[in-house]
């Protein structure tokens, strides 16, 4: 199907797709070309989905419904479509964020906040 429909840029991208999960290094699912890329990569490969991480689900019709074939849940949620990369732009600050949080988090008791008690009432 891949050689029927498809062009190189998304046999290559397929490609990249099945690498990432080969060789255990996530690859971002950015718009809606590479996710069907990596939907041609994980009917290629099953298990190839496990390596993808979807920046977001692009406003072109069609996207919704190939994520949800791959059950996969993009992190961002803006409607986007402006091509050139944004969604993966867009996210990686998002992650460093969340691994700076998850790994410089502490605790109530360390900075001295009181755990949280109800205040009765309704």
């Known amino acids: ?3 029927k429909l498809g062009g190189l840029d998304i046999a290559g991208m397929a490609g990249l797709f099945i690498g990432g999960a080969i060789y255990g290094v996530p690859v971002v699912i950015d ?4 996710a069907v890329a990596a939907l041609m990569a994980q009917r290629l490969c099953p298990g190839a989905d496990v390596a993808m991480l979807p ?3 692009s406003d072109e019709p069609a996207a919704k419904r190939v994520l949800m ?3 996969k849940y993009p992190i961002i949620f803006a409607n986007m479509r402006l091509g050139e990369g944004t ?3 867009c996210l990686l600050p998002l ?3 969340a691994l700076a949080v998850y790994g ?3 605790t109530f008791d ?4 009181d755990a949280y008690t109800p205040q009765g009432g309704k």
Not at 31 to 34: A, R, T
């Open 1 to 3: 199907m891949l050689s």
């Open 31 to 34: 718009g809606f070309i590479s």
């Open 55 to 57: 920046s977001h689900c």
């Open 69 to 71: 074939v791959l059950n």
């Open 87 to 89: 969604g993966g732009v």
């Open 95 to 97: 992650l460093d964020m």
């Open 104 to 106: 410089g988090n502490t």
């Open 110 to 113: 360390a900075v001295g906040i």
